[in-house]
């Protein structure tokens, strides 16, 4: 066991991360350039939490667990990719393919030379896929939801609520709404906050082409959020600690300070949580240890929480801390599910200048097939006989899906149904009969998300807490963004500008 003693004099303060996934990198990432000295420890093996990969031995390959792409707009997580060097593992693409069952492909490219607000508009006028008058509303309504005053909380409601009071064909909804929340908010749209849709369009659409642009990895992410990564942290001094799951805070009240009878100051005792003494003052509660499961106990001057919500309940019950978790109303949130079908071809299905496609139909949303650096693809094809991999991803599968789709037998049937939405939308990938399935795998992440639904969207918990020295993180908290990377890298930086003004550390950037 290796502990901080909370009476050494130091320069500066010590803090302990809870969590190595994007919240947790990103918290500690900034905390090191801002006068901590940190210690980060991550209960799996692997950072990256929900941005992980997953072993394959049928292909000897690393498949992503689910498709994790970042927009132009998420500049806090490109910003922490720029930080520490990962930036050189993600392809950028500015078109956004689509295609149909029946061969009809079309695609939305943006005008740049046009004003932000107005330069996906002529893509629209031309979108293969909806009527004239469909194209030239929905390119009205896209411009409405940027300028339209937000609501407030009192008169929240669905997206679909939303559309049927702007009489929105049912053809633009599945065509264009249906395919874009879904894969932006894991979602449909009877149940999405018109909120959270509403910033989407704004921190995207209407941004500009920067803003729309798709940033996709070309390594599996266990290469870029847990390899490279770890070194990146570990290089700036931060300590990392594996399978270490923590069990429970240890935490005392604090009583105001008194005067003796010489007239010096005197620190009364602190209260504990499993104590009672109620002729003291007690003040704020603070954090002053937190054991592991292995029973060993660590000290440091303050606390950073950045896990999910179910590890976030359990490690706050532990500590006796009931009261405050029943505060937050846990129970509003709803998981959302994302299920990736993950297809090994003896051949692309997508045109070589393509690794991404909007599927409009079902079951599957997004297609992808990465084009991995240098010449990992063709050599593995050669030396294994593997396959070209791809990914098809279906957001909020937990809506689309029936429950038998979700046993291993019923994932076949699962397969053949996205094989066959394939073969119908790319004909003459599929039309010689040389296009063999190879190798197939379904996974699903049953708590990938939360349901951004208007009871929970505007009233998630703040990063503060009750304790002078712990904070939250993770894309759960009041980020007011939707539950996704840009979300947990936000949450995790202002948790740390939080703890910084609590440690009164001034001057470095």
Not at 81 to 110: C, D, S, V, Y
Not at 326 to 352: C, K, M, S, Y
Not at 353 to 370: A, I, K, M, R
Not at 410 to 424: A, I, N, P
Request: neutral net charge; proline residues 4%; hydrophobic residues 35%.
């Amino acid at each position: 066991m290796s502990s901080i003693s909370t009476t050494d004099l130091r320069v500066y303060p010590s803090l302990a991360i809870v969590g190595g996934g994007l919240a947790g990198i990103a918290a500690a990432e900034s905390a090191s350039r801002n006068g901590f000295r940190v210690t980060l420890f991550e209960r799996s093996r692997i950072l990256g939490g929900r941005a992980a990969s997953l072993f394959d031995p049928n292909t000897n390959q690393w498949i992503d667990n689910g498709q994790h792409i970042a927009l132009g707009c998420c500049t806090e997580l490109l910003d922490l990719n720029q930080q520490l060097g990962l930036t050189r593992f993600f392809e950028q693409k500015k078109t956004i393919p689509f295609a149909q069952i029946g061969g009809k492909h079309g695609m939305i490219t943006p005008t740049t030379w046009l004003p932000n607000r107005w330069q996906f508009f002529p893509a629209f006028l031309t979108f293969p896929f909806l009527s004239l008058k469909e194209r030239f509303i929905t390119g009205l309504l896209l411009r409405e939801l940027g300028t339209q005053k937000k609501e407030s909380e009192s008169e929240s409601r669905t997206f679909a609520e939303w559309l049927r009071t702007k009489k929105v064909s049912v053809n633009t909804i599945k065509k264009f709404w249906e395919p874009f929340i879904f894969s932006t908010l894991s979602e449909g749209i009877e149940h999405v906050s018109f909120d959270a849709v509403q910033q989407i369009i704004r921190d995207s659409f209407l941004a500009g082409h920067q803003a729309m642009t798709f940033h996709i990895p070309t390594v599996p992410l266990q290469t870029i959020y847990h390899e490279n990564t770890a070194k990146q942290l570990q290089n700036r001094g931060i300590e990392l600690h594996f399978f270490k799951r923590v069990k429970r805070f240890l935490w005392e009240f604090q009583t105001d300070t008194e005067t003796d009878n010489n007239g010096s100051d005197t620190q009364s005792n602190t209260q504990s949580n499993t104590q009672s003494d109620t002729q003291q003052q007690y003040t704020s509660p603070k954090i002053q240890a937190l054991e592991l499961a292995d029973g060993s106990v660590w000290s440091f001057d303050y606390y950073l929480l950045a896990v999910p919500l179910s590890q976030f309940w359990k490690i706050m019950t532990n500590s006796g801390l009931e009261a405050y978790t029943e505060q937050l109303a846990l129970e509003r949130f709803e998981p959302g599910t994302v299920t990736t079908i993950h297809l090994w071809f003896n051949r692309r299905i997508l045109p070589d200048e393509f690794s991404h496609c909007v599927l409009l139909g079902e079951p599957g949303q997004f297609l992808f097939c990465p084009k991995r650096n240098e010449k990992s693809e063709r050599d593995n094809y050669e030396k294994n006989n593997n396959g070209i991999y791809h990914n098809v991803v279906i957001s909020a599968s937990h809506r689309l899906l029936s429950e038998h789709e979700f046993t291993s037998r019923g994932s076949f049937g699962l397969v053949e149904r996205v094989v066959q939405q394939l073969q119908k939308t790319f004909v003459r990938s599929f039309q010689n009969k040389t296009t063999q399935l190879m190798f197939h795998r379904v996974t699903t992440h049953f708590e990938a998300v939360f349901s951004p639904n208007p009871a929970i969207y505007l009233e998630r918990p703040e990063s503060e807490t009750p304790f002078d020295n712990l904070v939250l993180a993770g894309d759960w908290t009041q980020t007011k963004l939707p539950a996704a990377l840009e979300g947990a890298v936000r949450s995790g930086r202002h948790a740390v500008q939080i703890l910084k003004k609590l440690a009164d550390i001034d001057g470095i950037d």
